[in-house]
């Protein structure tokens, strides 16, 4: 079952915009991961957030989470074309396993 | 090496036939992962081995079978599978089993069911 509801489900922009897509989750976590996927292959790490931290960083990527609302963003900054791919949450709550949420499918038009 | 290698990347089997899935990596990862993933949906877990013992199995049909042979390797055996189980297969590996850790996803098996 899905654990994560991500929205937008498509997002559209032009190169060097920024791109903003959130998720939420129902169940408290230990940790949330934000995967890439280009073309329906393999899924790439981008980040990992523990349940107590707020923000992080990586190159042109922003995270933040918010247990409070059960909610967490993921923000790239000046996207490039081959930022272009689905972008999906996934949350750790039993400390096992990760439950991917639905995803967001992102083109970044030249 | 940082890598997940799956073999094949794509299959087409028909429903008697047996057919299995490979999946190796060599970064001394000791948790190992199988995802179905359908098209435009996430990926959904199947099973997790962790120190090459079975840990979880998301109640999934015996027509798929999980075998580790070793801590590189990951085997998924197929045998009677049905239409619907046409699916892109994902298979991943992480440092540990409980932890904050990230996986590491192979590129993963195209099948078709015929």
């Known amino acids: 079952s899905q654990q994560g509801e991500e929205d937008p489900q498509a997002l559209s922009i032009q190169e060097g915009e920024n791109a903003t897509m959130n998720c939420s989750y129902k169940?408290?976590?230990?940790?949330l991961q934000w995967y890439r996927q280009n073309s329906g292959r393999g899924l790439v790490h981008l980040i990992l957030?523990?349940?107590?931290?707020r923000e992080k960083h990586s190159g042109r990527l922003r995270v933040t989470l918010d247990t409070s609302k059960k909610s967490s963003s993921l923000l790239i900054t000046a996207s490039r074309a081959a930022d272009t791919a689905s972008y999906f949450c996934?949350?750790?709550?039993?400390?096992?396993?990760?439950?991917f949420g639905g995803g967001t499918r992102v083109l970044v038009k030249p | 090496d940082t890598e997940v290698t799956q073999t094949p990347k794509h299959l087409v089997m028909g429903m008697t036939n047996k057919k299995s899935l490979k999946c190796e990596q060599h970064?001394?990862?000791?948790?190992m992962y199988w995802y179905k993933q359908k098209a435009k949906k996430p990926p959904e877990l199947m099973f997790v081995?962790?120190?090459?013992?079975?840990?979880i199995n998301e109640s999934v049909p015996s027509r798929f079978s999980p075998e580790c042979p070793n801590s590189s390797l990951l085997n998924l055996h197929l045998h009677a599978l049905q239409p619907e189980d046409s699916a892109l297969y994902l298979c991943?590996?992480?440092?540990?089993?409980?932890?904050?850790?990230?996986?590491?996803f192979g590129s993963g098996t195209r099948l078709t069911v015929v």
């Open positions: 991943a590996s992480s440092q540990a089993f409980s932890g904050p850790y990230g996986y590491t």
């Open positions: 996934a949350t750790d709550t039993t400390g096992n396993k990760l439950t």
């Open positions: 970064m001394g990862h000791r948790a």
């Open positions: 169940t408290s976590i230990n940790n």
């Open positions: 081995y962790s120190y090459e013992k079975l840990s």
């Open positions: 957030i523990r349940s107590n931290e």
